[in-house]
């Protein structure tokens, strides 16, 4: 399976943009490129996923670089509630629904 | 109430003993999964069915078996309890690939279990 590659931690302001980034060099042309996040003592939850256009949604956009080797989350204005581990996980048609997470990004949202 | 359930959230137990953790959804999905999470790391697949008679085994499935009594629920067991099965373990549900779908995870809210 094609590896992702994220910064262990990052920090930001509340109400200030946030930029995670997520390396994956060796994705296939049918890779999906998801983004999951864990709150504190919950489950994982979807934010967005997509395959090569860029993508919004209520929660957050969704930046994938021209070859596709390289995306970037963006909440566009961090609040508390956003301080979370963020996965950025490679998933294709045959392993769908089958998600290999790594450590993630821890994101601390100072007030 | 919550889509995803898992009973128990909490539970200690000694070596060798069986244990089951079992989980129902609400949201109609034919695919249930089974994840297990290490402290300060990510989730790793355990089994997963997607629908009620298929039964796979994911990354670390030694150790663990699993039933899918129906649609809406998939039973967790441990045989043979170890510590080093001591970790938070979670169930997930999603749809069919289909268009329009996102392929999203529908996740519990966890059941920490503490092998002494």
């Known amino acids: 399976d094609a590896k992702t590659t994220q910064p262990n931690s990052m920090e930001s302001n509340e109400e200030e943009p946030v930029h995670l980034p997520c390396n994956h060099s060796t994705i296939s042309g049918t890779d999906y490129i998801h983004w999951y996040r864990q709150l504190p003592s919950q489950g994982p939850e979807y934010v967005i996923h997509?395959?090569?256009s860029n993508v919004n949604n209520r929660m957050a956009s969704l930046a994938i670089a021209e070859d596709r080797k390289s995306s970037t989350l963006i909440l566009h204005r961090a609040t508390l509630r956003d301080a979370a581990v963020y996965y950025c996980i490679l998933t294709c048609g045959s392993s769908y629904g089958k998600l290999t997470f790594g450590q993630g990004t821890i994101l601390t949202v100072h007030p | 109430d919550a889509d995803v359930t898992q009973t128990p959230r909490n539970r200690i137990t000694k070596t060798g003993k069986r244990i089951m953790l079992e989980c129902s959804q609400t949201?109609?999905?034919?695919?249930m999964y089974w994840y297990r999470q290490d402290p300060g790391l990510g989730l790793q697949l355990i089994y997963y069915?997607?629908?009620?008679?298929?039964?796979n085994k994911g990354e670390i499935s030694d150790g663990y078996s699993v039933s899918r009594q129906a649609q809406a629920k998939f039973s967790l067991s441990l045989e043979s309890a170890i510590p080093n099965q001591t970790a938070l373990y979670f169930c997930?549900?999603?749809?069919?690939?289909?268009?329009?779908?996102?392929?999203?995870?529908?996740f519990g809210e966890g059941s920490r279990l503490t092998v002494l």
């Open positions: 069915s997607f629908d009620v008679k298929d039964i």
């Open positions: 997509g395959l090569t």
């Open positions: 997930a549900t999603s749809e069919n690939p289909g268009r329009g779908n996102t392929g999203e995870l529908f």
């Open positions: 949201k109609g999905h034919d695919r």
